[in-house]
């Protein structure tokens, strides 16, 4: 089945700065890479997603980029605010919707 | 608006119990997912279902079964709770019109 890597498992950035998320999937049959937000105590929600007929897509602050050939994407944060702070985890899927996804990485933004 | 619930947010079972879970959503989705969520891990899939009646196994089904009689309704089944079953258990709902899956409150189940 899909394996997917996440890195770094921790993330701790100055307020203001960016960071950057990375994900290596390993079956090259998945064809769309969703990111999702966790709140402390909340539930997983999509942030953003790329279908793999796509490099790069954009939404205000967040963007993700796309590598198949090299089989990895990633997450792209800017200007980084406090409300940034959270669990995020990268996931792929193929048409069947069945995620698999990254271990997680929890992103510290200091103010 | 979405609404994916799970009949409890906290539970405390005995090693040995049969414990019920269970998922409601309201948007008509089809395809409905079990998921544990631990520490280091990530997500892992249990179980899905594509149609009523219908279920598959996920990456991590053993000690696991489902059921889904109705379409709103996916309840997860540990046959014999055991303490390596302690954790985070989510539930999921995806539309096939919209990809996004939309998860549930989360149950933290607790197995002594």
């Known amino acids: 089945g899909e394996n997917v890597e996440q890195h770094p498992s921790t993330l701790s950035v100055q307020e203001g700065d960016s960071a950057v998320i990375k994900c290596t999937y390993s079956d090259s049959a998945s064809n769309y890479f969703p990111w999702y937000k966790q709140e402390l105590g909340k539930r997983p929600q999509l942030i953003i997603d790329?279908?793999?007929?796509?490099g790069e897509k954009k939404d205000q602050r967040i963007a993700v980029t796309l590598n198949k050939t090299a089989k990895h994407f990633s997450l792209h944060i800017t200007e980084t605010q406090p409300e940034d702070s959270a669990v995020y985890f990268c996931?792929?899927?193929?048409?069947?919707?069945?995620?698999?996804f990254g271990a997680g990485t929890t992103v510290t933004v200091r103010a | 608006d979405v609404k994916v619930t799970q009949s409890s947010r906290y539970l405390v079972k005995r090693t040995g119990e049969k414990v019920f879970l269970e998922c409601v959503q309201d948007m008509d989705h089809e395809n409905m997912f079990w998921y544990r969520q631990d520490p280091g891990l990530g997500l892992r899939l249990i179980y899905f279902s594509y149609d009523v009646k219908m279920k598959e196994k996920g990456d991590i089904p053993e000690g696991y079964s489902v059921s889904r009689e109705k379409k709103e309704r996916f309840s997860l089944i540990l046959e014999s709770a055991s303490t390596n079953q302690t954790s985070m258990y989510l539930c999921a709902t995806h539309s096939s019109y919209r990809d996004e899956q939309y998860f549930g409150p989360g149950t933290r189940l607790t197995v002594t």
């Open positions: 790329i279908r793999s007929n796509v």
């Open positions: 996931a792929a899927a193929t048409n069947d919707y069945k995620l698999s």
